[in-house]
């Protein structure tokens, strides 16, 4: 019986094929022990209680991928008001109680400076406070700091209005006319306007334009639940360098539209700074007080 089931399975015959087959179980072996046995070890040792995490995603998908807020009510409900999750490979601490997470955000926030990094290889998304680490947070926080005070904030108000106005007046329209028009897509516009304009210092020169970037910003901002976008995304947390040479070759549109707002903020900076040492004025948002701050 045995000899039977020896003549049915495959052996590699020659030493390339005893190498490939070597190398793929050595790869599987490290991935899982990387996305599985090490993570789970990390969670044991904080010492709190956790879900079952599976191999590769974790617990992100635990009670579906568009449901995570029903997932935190559960897991409050099964394990108190501090426990543990993973998020793909990377432990993650929940808190459901206001005094120590006021504690950890404002008095002992410079204490939490290093976070788990998913970006490290992407540029440009290395060098944002969620990647930077030690000194260089604190260096680029010190910066911001005076970006986000209450009057700063005050001044893009007006900017936020213009745009609320814009879909306002889009809807009403739409009312008065018994025209239909998609209520997501709109607000998702709305919703890109607004950070193109404020935190990005961008302003629209005509439609074309004005379309061309929103449409950019919502293929890396907005989620879209396909089985291919959902695939990218994993591909993106687990590998962000292999995100960037599969990506392209499976359309290129999330690179090519992070890219195209790159070139265009970079633009805008450069523009911006000219101003400056012209002594122009310049359009008082958030980009604008971050150069201001940066020097």
Known sequence: MLEGIAERLWYPQSATSQLLVALIVIGCIYLYFNFFVAPVRRLKSLGLPFPAPSAFTGNIFDYGATKQHVAQMEWQKKYGTRYATQFFK?????????????????????????????????????????????????????????????????????????????????????????????????????????????????????????????????LFFRQEFSLKQTILQLVFFASPKFFLFIEPKVGGKVVNAINYIVGITKNAIKERRKNMAENRSCRRDMLQHMIEAGG
Do not use: H
Not at 189 to 208: C, P, R
């Open 90 to 218: 990377a432990p993650a601490i929940w808190i459901a109680e206001p005094d120590m997470l006021k504690t950890i955000m404002v008095k002992d926030f410079s204490n939490f400076t290093n976070r788990f990094s998913f970006n490290a290889n992407l540029p440009p998304f290395d060098k944002t406070l969620l990647e930077l680490k030690n000194q260089d947070w604190k260096r680029v926080r010190t910066i911001l700091i005076p970006t986000f005070t209450a009057t700063k904030l005050k001044l893009i108000v007006p900017f936020i209005k213009d745009t609320s106005d814009f879909l306002i007046n889009k809807f009403v329209k739409a009312d008065e006319e018994g025209e239909k028009i998609d209520a997501w897509q709109c607000c998702g516009m709305y919703s890109m306007k607004v950070i193109l304009g404020t935190a990005f210092g961008l302003e629209f020169e005509n439609e074309e334009q004005e379309v061309k970037l929103t449409k950019a910003a919502s």
